[in-house]
């Protein structure tokens, strides 16, 4: 296809972006870099037309990037996953990757060192959860192992318990123990750190009774 540029005008909520008309109707966005080339009444090749519509699926895939990125980091795989889901051509899609990693804004160590953090302030899991939710994310293993690196099983799910045990500090022991075990054992504790935790939460409550008393 070929065609005569008719409009070039920047975008008002995007002014680093520029819609292109072509033959009276709208055809693509491009980043004003790359419209600064253009003219208006410039007749385009059908080699022309081919490489900015490339060069246009490559700016629509980093900005959807950048949109997605602004509502929380994501690792690169996520990235990806999203981008495909919307059908952006591959050549767009690893064009646009590879602009954001040299950007800084993909970073799959950085990443997973978000994700375990901000799970440990919000919502502790254990280490295999965090383990299975960072690997469901496409995080390489030896970066994942980076990440929980110094992490605390037996401090974590004190902090997943706490509030459910204030909820919990009027049943008796062995039924605190036993709802306290399985919602830890939920969160991803294995048994042994989930025991340990529920016995100290008890005694946080003041409580002089031991939750395990048949063992």
């Known amino acids: 296809m070929s065609g ?5 005008v920047a975008r008002q909520r995007q002014p680093d972006r520029v819609e292109v008309h072509v033959d009276g109707r709208y055809a693509f ?15 385009l090749s059908e080699a022309e037309w081919a490489e900015l519509r490339q060069r246009a699926a490559e700016t ?6 950048v ?3 602004s509502l929380r980091p994501r690792s690169r795989f996520e990235i990806e996953s999203r981008l495909r889901r919307e059908g952006l051509g591959t050549a767009a899609i690893d064009a646009a990757l590879a602009r954001l990693e040299r950007l800084g804004y993909l970073d799959d160590t950085a990443f997973a060192r978000w994700w375990v953090e901000h799970r440990r302030r919000f919502s502790p899991r254990g280490r295999q959860a965090l383990y299975q ?8 293993r030896p970066l994942i192992e980076i990440a929980l690196g110094d992490f605390d099983g037996d401090e974590e799910a004190v902090a997943a318990g706490r509030q459910r045990a204030s909820r919990w500090a009027h049943l008796p022991p062995t039924e605190f123990a036993r709802n306290m075990m399985a919602f830890l054992c939920r969160r991803g504790f294995d048994s042994d750190t989930a025991r340990r935790a529920t016995a100290r939460l008890w005694r946080e409550l003041g409580a002089e009774s031991d939750p395990f008393p048949l063992d």
């Open 67 to 69: 949109r997605l990125l």
């Open 4 to 8: 005569v540029i008719t409009r070039l």
């Open 133 to 140: 939710e960072l690997r469901q994310k496409g995080v390489a």
């Open 29 to 43: 966005v491009l980043a004003d870099v790359e419209a600064a080339r253009l003219r208006v009444g410039q007749t």
């Open 60 to 65: 629509r895939a980093f900005d959807r990037a």
